[in-house]
C-alpha cells in the first residue's frame, strides 16, 4: 500500500465518526424541534466547510421553510450549490448576507420570514414573532413553547 492511500485510510478513520457524531448532533437538535419527523428522512446532508458538515431538512407538511447558517459568503455559496439539485425540496432557494459582522449569513428556502420587530418593540411582540418563526420551520407547540419559556 503507497503512502498516500495509508494516510487517507488513517484520515479516514479519524474523522468519519467526527462527522457522524456532529450529524447526529443536528439531526437531534431537529428531531427536538419538528413537528414532522418524517422530514429528516428527507433531509440533505451538505458540507460546510473543510470538516463541518450539517442537514438541511426541506420543507413539507407544517415546515414551510428553512435555513442553514453560516459563517461566510464563500460556505453561503457552496450550501447553495449544493442544495440546487433538490430544488423541490427547497423552494425558492436563496442566500441572505448578513450586514452585521454579529449575525450569521443564511442559504434560505420556502417561504419568506416574517419582518423581524424593531428592536424597542414589546416582549408581547418579539414572542409573537417567535411563535410564528417556530411556525414557518414546522416546530412543534411543545417545543415552541420551550422555547418562549427559555426565553421570555
Not at 40 to 57: Q, Y
Not at 69 to 93: D, E, G, H, M
Not at 133 to 144: K, N, P, R, V
Request: proline share 5%; glycine share 6%; net charge negative.
Amino acid at each position: 500500500m503507497r503512502q498516500n492511500e495509508r494516510s487517507a485510510r488513517e484520515y479516514n478513520a479519524r474523522v468519519r465518526p467526527v462527522v457522524a457524531l456532529e450529524l447526529q448532533a443536528h439531526i437531534d437538535w431537529f428531531a427536538e424541534r419538528l413537528s414532522d419527523l418524517a422530514l429528516l428522512g428527507e433531509a440533505v446532508v451538505v458540507r460546510v466547510d473543510g470538516e463541518e458538515w450539517t442537514v438541511a431538512v426541506p420543507v413539507g407538511g407544517t415546515r414551510r421553510a428553512g435555513f442553514v447558517p453560516v459563517a461566510t459568503r464563500r460556505q453561503a455559496r457552496r450550501i447553495f450549490k449544493q442544495l440546487l439539485p433538490y430544488s423541490r425540496q427547497f423552494p425558492n432557494l436563496r442566500i441572505w448576507y448578513s450586514t452585521s459582522p454579529d449575525v450569521c449569513h443564511n442559504v434560505r428556502w420556502g417561504e419568506a420570514e416574517p419582518e423581524i420587530p424593531d428592536a424597542e418593540a414589546s416582549e408581547e411582540v418579539w414572542m409573537t414573532y417567535d411563535r410564528s418563526l417556530g411556525s414557518l420551520y414546522g416546530y412543534s407547540a411543545e417545543a415552541i413553547d420551550r422555547f418562549i419559556a427559555e426565553h421570555y
